[in-house]
């Protein structure tokens, strides 16, 4: 490879490293990565945690979640931010009868792991030992920030909660039926609570609502039958939004006439619906950088910075509410 770019192998050795304070030109550089690229050369991990005593791969544990639309984009997104800082994200799901933490990270001997659940103190000890940095990104009601604006499960039941307040005096919320999710669901359902009590709303009618129209159907004739009316519906994710939408249909209704509706995630199904589904766009790709700088800068041995910007929602207004 230093024949093909014409440099030293001390140079080659620098660039494909990354090695600091070298003075490499960009256009020494770009020889390298092209005679690499012309070569097929591909750096091999072994090697590399020899040398370096771990890694570049940063594990990352998800629960038991269903990989709906949004787990898989904020997935995505954590992959391409950490391939922006020169690390290699990979996912390990604690699915039923998978096999356990212990025996993943000692078989991938990652730089890092990012935990989106907490592990037992003895996981995260044995981790620590062996040079492992451990980070827990916990999905609570503060979520990644402090700031109710900021994305998180609290405030994104109350944009859902604000925005059908201007036009309903009485909210549902549709809860999902599977409780795998509930560390969202809950979280967003206290969301709804908590702007309708601050906006002198009646507390929120919730119900769980499966993704079957007859179900759905019943939840809503619950919904209309109720007294004061629930006429404005907060739901999960746009997967129950549109389950409410289909119990609309199955009665002759429609949204938002009979009843306006809400989701959550902005789906690809959330445009193309019937009517289009009003919904709370998360910003998967500003959570994916607060989370790659975090491991980045433990990795680095540095405090994270204080001065990112943080993600924040916001509403794709469509015809359902």
């Given at each position: ?32 990565l ?13 090697a ?53 933490l212990?025996?993943?990270?000692k ?81 967003r ?32 004739r ?31 209704l ?15 199904a ?52």
């Amino acid at each position: 490879m230093a024949r093909e770019a014409g440099v030293s192998r001390a140079t080659v050795s620098f660039v494909l490293n990354n090695t600091q304070h070298q003075k490499i030109t960009e256009a020494t550089r770009r020889r390298v990565l092209t005679a690499a690229e012309k070569l097929g050369y591909a750096p091999s991990a072994a090697a590399r945690t020899l040398r370096y005593g771990r890694s570049d791969v940063v594990l990352g544990l998800l629960p038991d979640w269903p990989l709906g639309y949004a787990a898989g984009q904020l997935v995505q997104e954590l992959t391409l931010a950490f391939a922006n800082r020169n690390l290699t994200f990979v996912v390990h799901s604690g699915i039923r009868g998978a096999r356990s933490l212990s025996e993943i990270w000692k078989a991938i001997t990652p730089a890092a792991v990012l935990s989106f659940e907490p592990f037992s103190d003895s996981d995260a000890t044995a981790m620590r030992a062996a040079g492992i940095e451990v980070i827990v990104a916990l999905y609570d009601d503060k979520g990644p920030g402090s700031d109710e604006n900021i994305t998180s499960a609290n405030a994104i039941g109350a944009a859902q909660a604000r925005h059908l307040a201007a036009s309903h005096r009485r909210l549902g919320y549709a809860y999902p039926d599977d409780e795998r999710v509930a560390v969202f669901a809950g979280p967003r359902a206290d969301g709804v609570r908590k702007a309708c009590a601050e906006l002198g709303l009646p507390e929120p009618d919730v119900r769980t609502v499966p993704l079957t129209a007859d179900a759905a159907a019943d939840a809503v004739r619950s919904w209309l039958a109720a007294d004061p009316q629930v006429t404005g519906i907060c739901a999960f994710n746009d997967d129950v939004a549109m389950s409410v939408l289909a119990g609309l249909r199955r009665l002759g209704l429609e949204a938002p006439r009979d009843m306006a509706v809400i989701g959550v995630d902005d789906s690809p199904a959330a445009a193309v619906s019937s009517p289009p589904l009003t919904s709370v766009v998360q910003d998967l790709p500003g959570i994916a950088e607060l989370y790659a700088n975090s491991v980045r800068a433990a990795l680095d041995g540095a405090p994270a910075t204080s001065n990112q910007v943080e993600p924040r929602i916001r509403l794709e207004v469509r015809e359902s509410a």
